[in-house]
């Protein structure tokens, strides 16, 4: 189909084709118009053939209709469950991660009180042992 866009030889060949009449020495603007008289006014879409073929009505709804055509709540609404599922994403991730430094924590400190536990056994003084003992005693490190 011609547009205002196509050159002067191919609207000419286009009515040629149609056995349209039109004087070669025509602008083409005056082309153009001679052409918009004979076009189609819709679209023809194969799929509308095959519709009408199986006795189907085919209803086509206007575009950008934000009554008819919900696409822009759609959107909205998938686009908010993306940003959720990324931030619960990241949350739980970073729960993860801060479980996984909090058992690296606890098996430092349960080495730090066993270590001292069996160099307390060694001694022999009693008030040695009372100052080594570190049972009950928490010792957190923070790695960032």
């Not at 209803?59 to 709540?73: A, E, G, T």
């Not at 469950?81 to 994403?89: N, P, Q, S, V, W």
């Not at 430092?108 to 270590?115: A, M, P, T, Y």
Request: with cysteine; hydrophobic share 35%; aromatic share 10%.
């Amino acid at each position: 189909m011609p547009t205002t866009l196509t050159k002067k030889a191919e609207m000419q060949s286009w009515l040629s084709e149609r056995n349209i009449s039109f004087n070669k020495t025509m602008l083409k603007s005056e082309l153009y118009a001679v052409i918009k008289n004979y076009k189609p006014k819709h679209k023809r879409y194969e799929i509308d053939q095959l519709f009408l073929a199986a006795n189907h009505n085919l209803v086509r709804l206007p575009q950008y209709h934000p009554d008819l055509n919900h696409i822009k709540s759609v959107r909205a609404e998938l686009k908010d469950y993306a940003t959720l599922r990324r931030f619960f994403h990241r949350i739980f991730f970073r729960a993860v991660e801060i479980s996984q430094k909090s058992e690296e924590m606890d098996i430092i400190v349960d080495n730090l009180v066993s270590d001292s536990n069996d160099e307390d056994s060694d001694t022999d003084s009693e008030q040695e042992d009372e100052d080594c003992n570190l049972s009950g005693i928490g010792i957190i490190i923070y790695r960032q």
